[in-house]
């Protein structure tokens, strides 16, 4: 067992709480926040600053293809727990497919000949039966859009004039412009769509504003 820290809220924790409670004032002003600005000017030996906020997250990118299923993990069950039709056809993480049908022939083939395993031409199946059928060409939850990267900055100032205070502001977002592909339109091999971005990171942006408080 590891046992939780526990806080150390003593006497003067209590203090500084009722003071915020008293005077009202529990975030961005205070006397607190003007002590600790006029000491670090002073360490620094500034009078003025502006106060800046960087965000970066460097995620991996989204898996393509199908999340059909109960969990993410690749396991496929029916209804009552063993595998259903819906479920093989469609296994959790399934990427890129060929769908077939009774009349698909082989546009190209290695050596064209029944010994390389196809002839240009030949029915892909000549016994399928149904309508159609997907046809893996991939392991499934091996395909993944672009890895996102994306920087945002926000730089503000704080002007006080008496008990007001003025923020003005300004926000960037994805600040490098990155375009990562998070989704596609289809996974259909041999469509015109086929690997298309339908999704991207939207680019680089930003918002000018203020925070006004009295």
Same mark, same amino acid.
């Given at each position: ?30 006397? @607190?926040?003007?002590?600790?600005? !006029?000491?670090?000017?002073? *360490? ?12 970066? !997250?460097?995620?991996?990118? *989204?898996?393509?293809?199908?999340? %059909? ?7 496929? %069950? ?18 890129? $497919? ?7 022939? *082989?546009?190209?083939?290695? =050596? ?7 002839? $240009? =031409?030949?029915?892909?199946?000549? =016994? ?33 004039? =008496? ?8 926000? @960037? @977002? ?17 469509? %015109? %769509? *086929? ?16 925070? $006004?408080?009295?």
């Amino acid at each position: 067992m590891i046992p939780v820290n526990e806080p150390l809220l003593g006497p003067q924790e209590s203090e500084y709480l009722l003071e915020c409670v008293r005077t009202g004032w529990i975030s961005s002003a205070g006397r @607190f926040i003007d002590e600790f600005e !006029q000491k670090w000017a002073s *360490y620094c030996g500034r009078k003025y600053g502006i106060a800046v906020s960087v965000s970066f !997250q460097s995620l991996p990118g *989204y898996r393509f293809g199908t999340a %059909a299923l109960n969990i993410d993990t690749g396991i496929v %069950a029916g209804p009552s727990g063993q595998p259903g039709a819906t479920s093989l056809a469609n296994p959790n993480g399934q990427g890129t $497919v060929w769908l077939i049908t009774p009349t698909t022939r *082989y546009t190209s083939c290695p =050596g064209s000949s029944a010994s390389q395993g196809c002839v $240009v =031409g030949a029915l892909v199946d000549p =016994g399928l039966n149904v309508a159609s059928i997907s046809v893996p060409l991939v392991p499934p939850q091996t395909e993944f859009g672009d890895r996102i990267n994306q920087l945002d900055l926000n730089v503000t100032k704080t002007i006080r004039m =008496g008990r007001t205070t003025v923020q003005p502001k300004i926000d @960037f @977002f994805n600040l490098l412009n990155q375009s990562s592909v998070y989704a596609v339109r289809t996974l259909n091999h041999g469509t %015109a %769509a *086929y690997n298309q971005p339908s999704s991207i990171l939207v680019g680089r942006v930003f918002q000018l504003g203020a925070i $006004v408080k009295f």
